[in-house]
Nanobody, 120 residues
Framework: QVRLVESGGGLVQPGGSLRLSCAAS????????MGWYRQAPGKERELVAK???????VYAGSVKGRFTISRDNAKNTVYLQMNSLKTEDTAVYYC??????????????WGQGTQVTVAS
């Protein structure tokens, strides 16, 4: 079983910054990709950014140049540094990780979500 604990959401003014963290825990973890998704009210969940175990990254076009994803493999933790936040970044942000347990079974897990609100 994989447990994800997210932190760092909150209320920020436009132009401000926030840093999200997501720590994965469980026995026999071998994590491949870690990522962040978001879902705004009335909209589909969308990819924000993801990072592989080899540190290759993918960003949504709407956040490129403003958000930075990184990970600490020793801590099984992924971070999302969000700068120059806009009102349209307001959403619930979800952490996602996928990989293998004991090198035998695949997992694809989601965090509980953390609210990010950008408003003046």
């Amino acid at each position: 079983q994989v447990r994800l604990v997210e932190s760092g959401g909150g209320l920020v003014q436009p132009g401000g910054s926030l840093r999200l963290s997501c720590a994965a825990s469980g026995s026999g973890l071998s994590i491949n990709t870690m990522g962040w998704y978001r879902q705004a009210p009335g909209k589909e969940r969308e990819l924000v950014a993801k990072i592989t175990s080899g540190s290759s990254t993918v960003y949504a076009g709407s956040v490129k140049g403003r958000f930075t994803i990184s990970r600490d493999n020793a801590k099984n933790t992924v971070y999302l540094q969000m700068n120059s936040l806009k009102t349209e970044d307001t959403a619930v942000y979800y952490c996602n990780t996928e990989g293998m347990l004991w090198y035998t079974s695949r997992f694809d897990s989601w965090g509980q979500g953390t609210q990010v609100t950008v408003a003046s």
